[in-house]
T-cell receptor, first 108, second 116 residues
Framework: GQQLNQSPQSMFIQEGEDVSMNCTSS?????WLWYKQDPGEGPVLLIA?????ELTSNGRLTAQFGITRKDSFLNISASIPSDVGIYFC????????FGKGTRLHILP | GAGVSQSPRYKVAKRGQDVALRCDPI?????LFWYQQALGQGPEFLTY????????KSGLPSDRFFAERPEGSVSTLKIQRTQQEDSAVYLC??????????????FGDGTRLSIL
């Protein structure tokens, strides 16, 4: 079946640093979504991308839908403590397929 | 509240028992989805409803899993004769009225199921 490869699996950064994570797939998706999940909660939608090549921002977050429709990246600028959590990419075809997540840790 | 509500938040059951998990979607949302999230993994699709119709149940792992949404609003996921491998967080999501799988989904906080 379809699978998404999300990398890195974990990131340890200093507060204030920029963060970059990405997602690749062997198959094409028509929509890419990025979610954040905090412990004990459900995923919360951060950014939705509907068009190949599209670059979309939401505050300090920026995401792009790859031209080939097989990849997407998410950047977070000037990280703050509340950015800690798990970030999931998800590709949408006839159903939504989630990656395994990138765990973001901020060092004290 | 205005979000997706799931109950119970936590469920502990002995192996072999039946369990029922409830989801109250956002009012007016046509589409409803169930996902299973194992520890350290992303959510995995189980089943999908449009109104009361179950359009896709390809993700249900076995015939012990059954979902219904009889009146097109509240949904129940039932697991019969639970096994230890059923231990996971079960997430419900709903999406706005446009009938398309690519509408962003709003998730509940899940039910954490532990099978002893």
């Amino acid at each position: 079946g379809q699978q998404l490869n999300q990398s890195p699996q974990s990131m340890f950064i200093q507060e204030g640093e920029d963060v970059s994570m990405n997602c690749t797939s062997s198959s094409i998706f028509n929509t890419w979504l990025w979610y954040k999940q905090d412990p004990g909660e459900g995923p919360v939608l951060l950014i939705a991308l509907y068009k190949a090549g599209e670059l979309t921002s939401n505050g300090r977050l920026t995401a792009q839908f790859g031209i080939t429709r097989k990849d997407s990246f998410l950047n977070i600028s000037a990280s703050i403590p509340s950015d800690v959590g798990i970030y999931f990419c998800a590709g949408v075809d006839d159903k939504i397929i989630f990656g395994k997540g990138t765990r973001l840790h901020i060092l004290p | 509240g205005a979000g997706v509500s799931q109950s119970p938040r936590y469920k502990v059951a002995k192996r072999g028992q039946d369990v029922a998990l409830r989801c109250d979607p956002i009012s007016g949302h046509v589409s409803l989805f169930w996902y299973q999230q194992a520890l350290g993994q992303g959510p995995e699709f189980l089943t999908y409803f449009q109104n009361e119709a179950q359009l896709d149940k390809s993700g249900l792992p076995s015939d012990r899993f059954f979902a219904e949404r009889p009146e097109g609003s509240v949904s129940t996921l039932k697991i019969q004769r639970t096994q230890q491998e059923d231990s996971a967080v079960y997430l419900c999501a709903s999406s706005p009225p446009r009938l398309a799988a690519d509408q962003p989904q709003h998730f509940g906080d899940g039910t954490r199921l532990s099978i002893l």
